[in-house]
């Protein structure tokens, strides 16, 4: 199982940036592909999961509004679309796989805490960092 993230640097705030994983190893289809960061000194969050067949994405609450996950099966790849990026934004970023979101969804919104045990396998990491 290998997922690789690409996609991050310096960006200024307000800007945009697109976040790739591009997964082997796996059926891409039979997992969530979520996308976690984590911000230096603060735990592991939990941003969005899509499933690729149907294309079911859940968000974490509060970033449906300038994230957007998607998945492409052609390419086995998924990706998270940032924009109106801010300082608190500056993370490192992952993207992993579960048989199905970690976390308690309602109507594509999901509360709680993870760990690295909640998710099969992980990639190594893409920096973000949003500064002017």
């Known amino acids: 199982v290998q997922l690789v993230e690409s996609g991050g640097g310096l960006v200024q705030p307000g800007d945009s940036l697109r976040l790739s994983c591009s997964t082997s190893?796996?059926?891409?289809?039979?997992?969530?592909i979520n996308w976690v960061r984590q911000i230096p000194g603060k735990g592991l969050e939990w941003l969005s999961g899509?499933?690729?067949?149907?294309?079911?994405?859940w968000y974490a609450e509060g970033t449906r509004d300038r994230f957007s996950a998607s998945s492409d099966i052609s390419s086995n790849t998924a990706y998270l679309q940032m924009t109106g990026l801010k300082s608190e934004d500056t993370a490192q970023y992952f993207c992993?796989?579960?048989?199905?979101?970690?976390?308690?969804?309602?109507?594509?919104?999901?509360?709680?805490?993870?760990?690295?045990?909640?998710?099969?396998?992980w990639g190594q990491g893409t920096q973000v960092t949003v500064s002017s």
């Open positions: 992993a796989i579960s048989r199905r979101v970690p976390l308690a969804c309602v109507s594509g919104v999901c509360r709680g805490e993870i760990t690295r045990a909640s998710f099969a396998a």
């Open positions: 190893g796996f059926t891409f289809t039979n997992y969530v």
């Open positions: 899509v499933h690729p067949p149907g294309n079911m994405i």
